[in-house]
């Protein structure tokens, strides 16, 4: 079965820096896209930034210049590192995986960890 586990979450003042951590573990033989996503409370799910297999980044506008998405193929991880965290950027933050390939009748499609909380205080 297809599972997402992110760690790294926790408190930080602003101004500090975390690093978020994401592994797929599974009958998993091909990821296309992986990127990560926050929520806070009483607001929408928003994409964060994603990364393509080849390495392709995207981020959103919010956090450019500040986090830097990276992967690794063959662990099949991604990770997040954030630096210059404002309190606005405090959320629950969720690993997503594009599953394109997968074995023993493992469903194709998106995939999302549990989430990891970020608090940061002003």
């Known amino acids: 079965q297809v599972q997402l586990v992110e760690s790294g979450g926790g408190l930080v003042q602003a101004g500090g820096s975390l690093r978020l951590s994401c592994v797929a573990s599974g009958s998993i033989f091909s990821i296309n896209a992986m990127g990560w996503y926050r929520q806070a409370p009483g607001k929408q799910r928003e994409l964060v930034a994603t990364i393509t297999s080849g390495g392709t980044t995207n981020y959103a506008d919010s956090v450019k210049g500040r986090f830097t998405i990276s992967r690794d193929n063959v662990k099949k991880t991604v990770a997040l590192q954030m630096n210059s965290l404002k309190p606005e950027d405090s959320a629950v933050y969720y690993c997503?995986?594009?599953?394109?390939?997968?074995?023993?009748?493992?469903?194709?499609?998106?995939?999302w960890g549990k989430g990891t909380l970020v608090t940061v205080s002003p």
């Open positions: 997503n995986a594009e599953v394109i390939k997968v074995g023993d009748g493992s469903r194709r499609g998106n995939y």
